[in-house]
């Protein structure tokens, strides 16, 4: 079992940054891709990005693409997401997930453990 924390939430202007990291509790290496989504009320969850196990590929949502960078520290056991130009339209709350494979994909199905997401609110 894998318990995801993530972090870095808030509230933020339109044109802003915020940076989210997400990391296991207690022990657990994250050793496999991992990913960030998204949900904002009364909508699917949205993919954001993925990455792969060494960080070396990377995937992007159409939506935030250019303007988020997804990363890891292997060392610290840490994966991050960098936002930036923040959006009204991009308040959501923010989820991480392991994905259950040995590649980074964009279906949500192919993630077995989540976190319990951090609320990201841009005001306009």
């Known amino acids: 079992q894998v318990q995801l924390v993530e972090s870095g939430g808030g509230l933020v202007q339109a044109g802003g940054s915020l940076r989210l990291s997400c990391a296991p509790s207690g022990g657990t290496l994250l050793t496999r891709p991992m990913g960030w989504f998204r949900q904002a009320p009364g909508k699917v969850r949205e993919f954001v990005a993925a990455?792969?196990?060494?960080?070396?590929?990377?995937y992007y949502g159409s939506s935030v693409e250019d303007r988020f960078t997804i990363s890891r520290d292997n060392a610290k056991n840490t994966v991050y997401l960098q936002m930036t130009s923040l959006k009204p339209e991009d308040t959501a709350v923010y989820y991480c997930?392991?994905?259950?494979?040995?590649?980074?994909?964009?279906?949500?199905?192919?993630?077995?453990?989540w976190g319990q997401g951090t609320q990201v609110t841009v005001s306009s």
């Open positions: 990455i792969s196990s060494a960080g070396t590929t990377t």
């Open positions: 997930a392991q994905q259950r494979n040995a590649v980074p994909t964009t279906a949500a199905d192919d993630y077995d453990y």
